[in-house]
């Protein structure tokens, strides 16, 4: 199995880089991780609703028919720490190949996007920068694996 973090526009603060380099080595003792970073630099539109569906048109490029497609998303299902990661071991009996999980640009999902996606979840009901939700998301996912496999590192 496969865990894609997708995102949109690139990481430019070098702490969260290196937050999320570590968690993603961290990650890989798992399962395979990778960050695939969708350059929205050409994306000069002025118009919110145009990028979301050029940000939209281009996620869609990365993700095939058989992903099981996960969105980072305000709106998604919460969950603690623990409920997330019986959730996860749920979509892992799944057999799935690739689980992608997608960070939106500043405007969020297109309605194509939101269509395509399998699930929502939020990581909090607040509003977090993009780059840094990038780095919660990361150290959340090695937490899970931690859990799941019943080691020291989660509290409770």
């Known amino acids: ?3 894609t973090l997708i995102v949109t526009g690139k990481t430019v603060s070098p702490e969260v ?9 961290r990650i890989s003792r798992y399962a395979k991780f990778e960050e695939l970073v969708i ?10 609703a145009k990028i979301k569906q050029r940000e939209g048109e281009l996620l869609l490029k990365k993700v095939s028919n058989t992903d099981y497609v996960v969105l980072l998303d305000e ?5 603690t ?9 749920g979509i892992f009996t799944k057999g799935l190949k690739n689980i ?6 500043a405007y969020g ?5 939101y269509k395509r996606a399998n699930a929502k979840v939020s990581l909090s009901r607040m509003t977090c920068n993009h780059q840094l939700i990038r780095a919660v ?6 937490r899970t694996f931690t859990i799941l496999n019943k080691e020291p590192y989660h509290h409770q």
């Open 1 to 3: 199995m496969k865990i």
């Open 17 to 25: 880089k290196s937050i999320c380099s570590d968690y993603a080595s």
């Open 39 to 48: 350059d929205n630099g050409a994306v000069k539109l002025t118009v919110a």
């Open 75 to 79: 709106n998604g299902k919460e969950y």
């Open 81 to 89: 720490s623990v409920e997330f990661a019986k959730w996860m071991e």
């Open 100 to 105: 992608c999980f997608v960070v939106g640009g």
């Open 109 to 113: 999902f297109s309605d194509e996007v």
């Open 137 to 142: 998301f990361c150290e959340q996912l090695y």
